[in-house]
């Protein structure tokens, strides 16, 4: 059931909160500075990880054939714009509107399975083509916002303590809806981190911490259980032999030096060999000179760490750092559960794909397909991070201001 | 790595602590709620905890994400900073290939500076093992070289080159062959055209067994040379060609070149992005040996020939032999022949298995043996000049002692007796006459004496002072030691026989002493003994290398210096007899052999051998030295299972002289005494 004694009139006016904005805009007018229209501590990391990844991608290009340094730019550009036209839309309308949000959720997942509009790539059908349009994009990038919306809005209802045993695991039941969608294209990288952002928004949302752990311990047990049933030969392999082979890696990769242990060792070699200061831009010989695959991609923290040293990488981090930091900071200042689990879930996926896009390349997480936000090549990706950035900023825009 | 667990393992605890922490924070909040229900507050109701929980558990958001972005960049730290040299440097092996060039080996060249082993370019065409699968691909490359499509697929298979490395699949390719591969790569994935220099023998098989053969490097080379153990050695790599016998193996570390080395910078898939300074290739010292190819050349043919005509008379079993001839003066080998013998062209580019099959058989007689250090002989009558010695040194006999020779010896009793090869008897003999007519009786006589004296192994001590069982240490490979019996080494042999035929014999010693039975002797050393019987006792190191001549540059010469490796010191009077025994052999033991001798200007000093096996021909040996007055050459010959010494082995030493000397030998007189 949507939460509909938490409704609160902006959400059900969206038009009328964007009136009272205009209204106290013109109350303050006389002393408007740019901190009150943004917010400054998320906007300008999230904005310098733009800049630095597009210099990123610019150096890619020069030696990476796949890496369109104007295609990365446009998809700047689309970001941007609808990064502002995401600010200026009152968030709050998404608290009740949860079961549209689990069918919208739903749709994407299946979207790609349609044929005429699915594609596939390197074996995942996660593809979409807007048909008359030549674009292309991916609804599992999509889903992981409406999952995040989805879970805050059912979790925002609980008002901070979910009582009963019986809601937590309608949360949760919920959740693994959208996440074994994606699991089934087969995309265990984002599924991931739907999953990851997903609980935490209901760890947040009030989950008691013994459900919790209880919970983590079942998925550590599945988990297990998926292996070993995939590497004993006559029982069903759920994971891939592909997905397999990144966990054996992970925990020896000199196992397999030439297939998926390879990639490793490059992108650790290539980090390491970045040294303080880096090779520079263009001088990667590693990620330039293709002994490291998809380094645009999947790939690009070590091309970064390369190209730029633990100077740029460490730097980077500490964006990112500073703009989760930023983004969790903001949601204590929100009084209403709604706007702080939102925020809570951005700032967990963010907090997430850096952890794994970063962590694979230096050896710490097992590989991966996901991207680094706002700096991996991709447009959908830079698109779905630059939206989160216009709710973190929409948020903002629409908080009730201190009198 | 384990800087990685360390830091992986620190992150856990960092945030176990704060799980922790983030709990007891939980709990504490708990107790004081409970508190709270019972002392009431200014603040209390459940907006205030509502609001409490969402701080605590956001912090713990805060705490999750700035954990993680700290465990990142700790492990950056370690990675770019304390461990970044160590991964600059697989970055850098990465990116970089060495490209080789082989280096040519050095020449091989007689004492007169002709070569014996030189070095041509020639393109060569290689295919990876892969291109087997390929049978378009072979198919192409059969058509364009103008070979069998099922010969190059053989040369393919063939694995003597080493299991990783190419094959060889034709030498010699015309330039047209070399631009259409290089002009077609993608038809001829893993075919690449090499400029290589192969080893040229221009004189056939001459001197094969003293220079040697070439091959691609062995596994267990490649892994010692490898071995941080081996210090001095050169670094090879798969597919270098070394050195596999002969001189060629022994001074591998001279003739190898160094293989001229360029730093080239590559992408992922190997193409040439640039390239860096190069080392260019320098090749290897020449070698130049002591052999004189006119005496080798007269050597090898007389050995074939006196082999060819012993089977031509209807012994078909006669089909190996050698001959060895020395500087007595300095231990310089100037000719070295063992038959039958190879051409050392089929090793290179690599041996086929036939040709290998057929060299390395039994029934092939091993061509590839060098019967002159790694064949083992009984030393037969030679050794007699040894006997009489030891017989004067222990006072065993005296130069006056007479013997008596029915042709039948029963010194042990009348159930031991033996015979005398002459079967009619020598009649009165003394030791100069006993090694002049070979005569048994009186080394049974010194054999006997030998064994009921307090001295039982006199015989043996001066066998071994002599050099017999050890070693001469020539610089040539796989030198036999071989073995003179004594009583110990009887009772270990046979250790699973009764005590009885483990015990030494009387008649082990007389056998000894007449150079038959369980004595085994190389001609090497034999011939060493001769040396040293020629210069009265000094017993110089036999070798082949004459100097080692730098190739390039100042052409700088290495002399081999020669080294003494035994004196053995005996009266003059026992050298005296020794020498007028040996010149009797030449000069009296038979009158159709000293034909061959008395149309020398040189006097000559030598002995006949003949070792006896039962149910086979007698391998026939022939020793001697000359000018026997001032003596220069020692030169020995054997023929396996080729008669008595006198009607074979006789004609090869003799022939050798011949060429030494500029004398050839006249004579076609053959002895009809049997003398041996």
């Excluded at chain 1, 259980?225 to 054996?248: C, E, F, W």
């Excluded at chain 2, 190059?152 to 591969?181: H, W």
């Amino acid at each position: 059931m949507p939460a509909s004694d938490l409704t609160s009139s902006p959400a059900q006016r969206p038009l009328g909160g964007a009136k009272g904005q205009g209204e106290a805009q013109v109350q303050r007018r006389s002393h408007t500075t740019l901190g009150d229209l943004f917010y400054l501590p998320q906007l300008i990391p999230a904005l310098l990880l733009i800049t630095f990844g597009a210099v990123v991608m610019w150096s890619a290009s020069l030696n990476i054939q796949a890496a369109d340094f104007k295609r990365h730019m446009i998809g700047i550009v689309l970001g941007l714009v609808i990064m502002w036209f995401v600010r200026a839309y009152d968030y709050r309308a998404f608290a009740n509107m949860s079961t549209a949000l689990f069918v919208f959720d739903c749709l994407l997942m299946v979207l790609p399975r349609i044929p005429g509009l699915g594609l596939s790539e390197n074996g995942i059908t996660g593809w979409v083509r807007v048909p008359l349009l030549r674009i292309s994009f991916q609804p599992s990038e999509v889903s992981k916002i409406v999952t995040i919306f989805l879970i805050s809005s059912l979790g925002a209802q609980y008002n901070g303590r979910i009582e009963t045993l019986r809601d937590y695991v309608k949360l949760c039941a919920i959740l693994c809806v959208p996440f074994l969608l994606i699991l089934v294209q087969p995309d265990l990288g984002t599924g991931l981190i739907v999953l990851v952002v997903g609980a935490s928004i209901i760890i947040v949302s009030g989950a008691r911490p013994s459900w919790v752990w209880v919970t983590i311990g079942m998925i550590v047990a599945v988990a297990a259980l998926a292996i070993v049933t995939s590497m004993t030969p006559g029982l069903p392999h759920v994971l891939k032999d592909y997905q397999l082979n990144r966990l054996i890696v992970f925990v020896d990769p000199s196992v397999d030096p030439g297939g998926s242990g390879y990639n490793l060792q490059q992108a650790k070699i290539a980090v390491g060999s970045g040294g303080l200061f880096g090779k520079g831009i263009g001088n990667a010989s590693q990620s330039g000179t293709g002994f490291l695959p998809e380094a645009q991609t999947d790939f690009v923290f070590a091309l970064l760490s390369e190209e730029f040293g633990f100077v740029g990488s460490a730097g980077v981090l500490l964006l990112f750092g500073w703009m989760i930091f930023s983004t969790i900071t903001l949601a204590q200042r929100m009084e209403q559960p709604f706007a702080k689990l939102v925020l809570a879930g951005i700032a967990t996926m963010w907090s997430f794909q850096v952890l794994q896009e970063a962590g694979m390349c230096i050896g710490i997480m097992p590989i991966t397909g996901i991207p680094l936000p706002f700096i991996s090549y991709g447009s959908t990706s830079m698109v779905i991070h630059c939206t989160a950035v216009g709710i973190v900023q929409s948020v903002w825009h629409h908080r009730t201001k201190a009198a | 790595m384990w800087v990685a667990l360390a830091i992986v393992g620190a992150a856990l605890v960092v945030a176990l602590g704060v799980v922790l922490f983030v709990r007891r924070r939980q709990l504490r909040d708990a107790f004081k709620l409970d508190i709270g229900n019972a002392v009431p507050t200014a603040a209390g109701g459940s907006d205030t905890s509502t609001e409490t929980g969402f701080h605590r558990r956001l912090v713990g958001l805060q705490v999750f994400s700035g954990t993680i972005i700290g465990v990142l960049i700790a492990r950056l730290w370690s990675m770019q900073l304390v461990a970044s040299d160590d991964y600059a440097r697989q970055a850098e092996s990465n990116r970089t290939r060495t490209v080789t060039t082989s280096a040519p080996r050095g020449r091989i060249l007689d004492r007169n500076g002709i070569e014996l082993v030189t070095n041509r370019p020639c393109l060569a065409v290689s295919a990876a093992p892969e291109v087997v699968d390929d049978e378009v691909e072979m198919q192409l490359l059969a058509n364009l070289i103008g070979m069998p499509y099922l010969a190059v697929r053989r040369k393919i298979q063939n694995q003597n080159e080493g299991a990783q490395s190419k094959r060889t699949v034709a030498v010699d390719v015309s330039r047209r062959v070399v631009a259409y591969i290089d002009e077609h790569p993608y038809l001829f994935d893993g075919v690449a055209v090499e400029e290589r220099t192969e080893r040229l023998y221009p004189n056939g098989s001459l001197a094969a067994h003293v220079l040697g053969y070439t091959g691609t490097i062995s596994q267990e080379e490649l892994e010692w040379s490898e071995d941080p153990r081996n210090t001095e050695g050169i670094k090879y790599s798969a597919g270098d060609i070394v050195g596999q016998a002969g001189v060629e193996y022994q001074y591998e570390s001279v003739l190898q070149g160094i293989r001229g080395e360029q730093v080239v910078y590559v992408d992922a898939y190997g193409s040439v992005l640039a390239s860096s300074a190069s080392i260019e290739p320098q090749s290897g010292s020449d070698v130049v040996l002591t052999i004189d190819s006119k005496v080798q050349r007269q050597a090898e043919e007389s050995l074939a020939r006196v082999i060819n005509d012993i089977r031509a008379a209807g012994n078909k079993e006669c089909n190996a032999g050698c001959a060895v001839a020395m500087d007595v003066t300095n231990g310089e080998i100037i000719a070295l022949a063992s038959a039958p013998t190879y051409n050392p062209s089929v090793f290179t580019g690599g041996i086929s298995y036939d040709d290998w099959e057929r060299l390395s058989s039994e029934s092939s007689a091993s061509p590839l043996m060098n019967r002159v250090v790694s064949g083992l002989y009984p030393s037969a009558s030679t050794i007699k000049p040894l006997g009489a010695l030891a017989a004067l040194d222990y006072n065993i006999a005296t130069p006056e002692t007479s013997f008596y020779c029915s042709g039948y010896w029963t010194g042990f009793g009348d159930d031991f007796g033996q015979y005398c090869w002459d079967h009619y008897g020598h009649g009165g003999m003394n030791l100069q006459t006993g090694i002049t007519y070979s005569c048994d009786v009186v080394f049974y006589e010194i054999g006997k004496g030998f064994y009921v004296s307090d001295t039982p192994e006199g015989l043996q001590a001066t066998y071994r002072a002599w050099g017999l069982g050890s070693e001469t240490g020539v610089d040539l490979p796989s030198e036999e030691a071989g073995r003179v019996p004594d009583a110990e080494w009887k009772w270990n042999y046979w250790d699973t026989e009764p005590d009885d035929v483990r015990q030494w014999q009387g008649g082990d010693s007389t056998n000894l002493s007449i150079g038959q039975g369980d004595i085994l002797v190389t001609p090497l050393q034999m011939c060493c003994v001769y040396a040293g019987l020629a210069t009265r006792g000094t017993m110089w190191r036999p070798h082949v290398l004459k100097s080692v001549r730098s190739s390039t540059g100042s052409g700088t010469v290495i002399e081999h210096s020669p080294e003494i490796t035994r004196s053995v010191s005996e009266d003059s009077s026992a050298f005296d007899l020794v020498q007028r025994g040996l010149e009797g052999v030449i000069y009296e033991e038979s009158a159709a052999q000293a034909e061959h001798f008395t149309n020398m200007s040189e006097t000559v000093a030598g002995k006949t051998g003949t070792a006896e096996r039962a149910g086979r021909e007698p391998t026939g040996w022939f020793i001697a030295f000359v000018p026997s007055d001032q003596p220069k050459y020692a030169i020995a010959s054997l023929v396996e299972q080729g008669g008595y010494g006198s009607s074979s082995a006789m004609y090869v030493v003799r022939d050798i002289m011949g060429a030494i000397y500029n004398e050839p030998d006249t004579s076609e007189a053959v002895d009809e005494t049997g003398a041996r």
